[in-house]
């Protein structure tokens, strides 16, 4: 019998956080070719139609929905939209979060503002977001995958971003909780933890360097933003039915060779000289 774990027809799934260019929107669009509906959310509704209009234009089943999940009326506004498109609803994709350039400093300069934005932004909307289909599932008795992206800072030392650190590692250890509470209701829960990615995000601040690439990261390369959706599609399928509140390093290596930090204990991959220096004052 052939075996077709990547079949989702008739699935629906939530891919928050789709209209950036990078991990979201290919996550979106290779969901959607599985078969499945897929609610792609952002905040704002041009990203969305940059970067998944010419899916949609394929015929790939793809709703966008333009709404901020850090608030209950955005995570309401995709439950909605959930619940009107065609098919069963089955999974959640949280991606929303990542750390601006601005919030990179030492952690003594750091103010509150600073702190709670990248909590609502890293933890809150996954924490709420989770909560809303894990509640809808739960309430229509149906089984179902969620998948959050942490980091590698959440799982080793994050220098000079020490709140987002510390924020995805609030992602990673939510989702053993979670797994734990909706383990008996056929529900996993499980993560991805990045190490450095090409996509428009990361090029704020990472620049290109091949050599330095090679030196630090075991697989002598940044990661694709298509090899961080394969390990989200993989634990919102089959293949993964008997893993929960597992959080699986997708950085090829790089926590092998922990070795990115140079002497300033600034991390290598940060080439701009003035925004070195501007962090660690």
């Not at 959310?41 to 041009?46: A, G, K, L, N, P």
């Not at 506004?77 to 609803?89: F, I, S, W």
Request: proline share 3%.
């Amino acid at each position: 019998m052939a075996l077709d774990y990547l079949n989702f027809d008739g699935r629906i799934i939530i891919v928050s956080g789709a209209g950036g260019g990078g991990i979201g929107t290919t996550t979106a669009r290779m969901i959607a070719e599985t078969g499945a509906t897929v609610i792609a959310v952002s905040r704002r509704q041009d990203n969305l139609d940059q970067h998944l209009g010419p899916s949609i234009a394929e015929g790939l089943k793809i709703v966008t929905v333009a709404a901020d999940v850090q608030t209950d009326q955005g995570v309401a506004a995709v439950m909605d939209a959930a619940r009107k498109a065609e098919g069963t609803l089955y999974g959640l994709v949280n991606i929303v979060g990542g750390a601006a350039p601005s919030s990179w400093m030492r952690f003594t300069r750091a103010r509150r503002d600073d702190f709670r934005a990248l909590f609502s932004w890293n933890v809150e909307s996954m924490f709420f977001m989770s909560a809303a289909v894990a509640a809808e599932l739960k309430q229509k008795n149906l089984p179902g995958a969620i998948v959050s992206v942490s980091s590698i800072s959440g799982l080793n030392t994050a220098p000079y971003h020490a709140a987002y650190g510390a924020a995805k590692a609030a992602v990673s250890q939510l989702t053993r909780s979670m797994a734990v509470e909706l383990g008996a209701d056929n529900i996993r829960v499980n993560c991805i933890a990045p190490g450095p990615t090409e996509t428009p995000g990361s090029r704020a601040y990472v620049g290109e360097d091949p050599e330095r690439d090679r030196k630090a990261i075991a697989m002598g390369r940044q990661g694709r933003p298509d090899e961080q959706a394969s390990a989200i599609l993989f634990f919102l399928s089959e293949m993964s039915s008997y893993i929960t509140g597992q959080t699986v390093l997708v950085d090829g290596g790089l926590n092998l060779r922990w070795t990115h930090l140079d002497g300033d204990n600034v991390s290598v991959f940060l080439k701009n000289e003035d925004f070195r220096k501007r962090i660690t004052e």
